[in-house]
Every structure is written in C-alpha cells, then in structure tokens.
C-alpha cells in the first residue's frame, strides 16, 4: 500500500519548480551550446542585465541589446512555444496511470551554472 505524506508533497513541489526552472533555462542553453559559447555567461548576463521588455541575449555579439532592433526575429515566440509543449506533456503525465522512462543521470541546468559560477568570476 502507497502511503502519502505532507512532506512527499512538498518534496513534489519542489521538484516541480525545478523542472519549471529548468525549462526556462534550456533554450538559452541550447542557443549557446549551438553557437559554441558557454551558457552559465549568457545566462549570468541575462539575470544581470535584462530587465526591460524587448530585451535579451544576442548569441552573435555577445551582449544584452533590443532583440528585434539587432535584427533577432520574434525571440518570445520560441520559449513561448516550448513552454507551452513542456505544459502540455506534462498535463498528459499528469493523467497518466502509468510511464516508463529510461533514466540518465543528466545534471540539471541550474546545477551547471551553480558549479561554474565561480570559475567564471561570478
């Protein structure tokens, strides 16, 4: 018999707001990874300096500047949409009786960033 407690809940909503993080991070990860750049300083720039609307990281020049006056098409559209697709699976996850999943010890996004933080003077 299964039992559940207060605590596997909250250890449920952690975990939760760790996939939803994570999400958030992987396409400017993935971004940076395509163009060969490390992602921790994107994402250390970005949480630095990108406060204003219109706003982000250009992987070209390296900086923070207005994504569509420096030519970056729709950048929005893209994290909209894979968020909206990560919901939706995990929606379906969530109606689910039973997964079977292949585990691999992947580290998460967040836990790379922590790890060289300090190695990249930040």
Known sequence: LFRTTIDDYANDELLGKEIVINSLYAPITQICLNADKNPGEAIYQIEKDCDQ??????????????????????????????????????????????????????????????????????
């Open 53 to 122: 609307e219109g706003f982000g990281y250009n992987v070209i020049t390296n900086k923070i500047e207005h994504l569509i006056d420096a030519g970056v098409i729709d950048p929005k559209k893209v994290a909209r949409v894979a968020l909206e697709n990560a919901a939706s699976i995990v929606g379906s996850l969530l109606t689910t009786e039973c997964v079977i999943i292949k585990e691999e010890k992947v580290p998460l996004i967040s836990q790379k960033y922590e790890e060289n933080k300090d190695r990249l003077g930040h």
